[in-house]
């Protein structure tokens, strides 16, 4: 099932991030995130746990991924696709282009989100501890 996220998942999304990605962010970062009127995303709950979730924003009309992880023992069950989906349709309601940064070693993540349509547009160089970042458009 999913659901709006709310502030009250701070706490869960800093533990799913936590164990997502080699760095942290606090249950204060999301709290913000979700709070600032600009924030906003998705989760996939299972038994009242949520198994994955995606972090947005949205600023004039332009939607940007903020980060978006599932719990390594739900991946590869089509979690991750089921969150762009919902992602692309509220994208497509307002006419707004979704953009996101990956990592150009994350192969997983890049070719998720290829099969959901999003192109290449550029690349920032090291901009991940020294890692470049492809930056990726869905247009609507
Ligand atoms: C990226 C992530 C969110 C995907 O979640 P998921 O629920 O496993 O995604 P799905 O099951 O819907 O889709 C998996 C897709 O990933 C890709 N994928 C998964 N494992 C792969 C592998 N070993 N090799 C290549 N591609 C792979 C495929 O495109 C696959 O789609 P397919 O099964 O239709 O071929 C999850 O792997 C994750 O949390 N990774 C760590 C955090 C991260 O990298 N987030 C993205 C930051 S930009």
């Given at each position: 099932?999913?659901?709006?996220l709310t502030v009250d998942d701070s706490p869960e999304l800093a533990q799913i991030y936590d164990e997502s990605?080699?760095?942290s962010w606090s249950v204060e970062t999301f709290h913000k995130m979700l709070s600032?009127?600009?924030?906003?995303g998705?989760k996939?709950i299972?038994?009242s746990r949520i198994?994955?979730f995606?972090l947005?924003?949205?600023?004039?009309?332009?939607?940007?991924?903020?980060?978006?992880a599932?719990r390594?023992?739900?991946?590869?069950?089509?979690?991750?696709?089921?969150?762009?989906?919902?992602?692309?349709?509220?994208?497509?309601?307002?006419?707004?282009?979704?953009?996101?940064?990956?990592?150009?070693?994350?192969?997983?993540?890049?070719?998720?989100?290829?099969?959901?349509?999003?192109?290449?547009?550029?690349?920032?160089?090291?901009?991940?501890?020294?890692?470049?970042?492809?930056?990726?458009?869905?247009?609507?």
């Amino acid at each position: 099932m999913i659901e709006n996220l709310t502030v009250d998942d701070s706490p869960e999304l800093a533990q799913i991030y936590d164990e997502s990605f080699p760095d942290s962010w606090s249950v204060e970062t999301f709290h913000k995130m979700l709070s600032d009127g600009m924030g906003f995303g998705y989760k996939f709950i299972e038994n009242s746990r949520i198994c994955g979730f995606i972090l947005c924003r949205i600023v004039c009309d332009e939607i940007e991924i903020i980060t978006f992880a599932v719990r390594n023992q739900y991946r590869r069950n089509g979690i991750g696709h089921q969150l762009l989906h919902k992602l692309t349709l509220y994208a497509q309601q307002r006419a707004a282009p979704i953009f996101l940064e990956v990592a150009k070693d994350n192969a997983v993540a890049q070719s998720l989100y290829t099969e959901e349509g999003y192109q290449k547009i550029s690349v920032r160089k090291g901009y991940y501890n020294g890692t470049d970042a492809i930056v990726m458009k869905l247009s609507s």
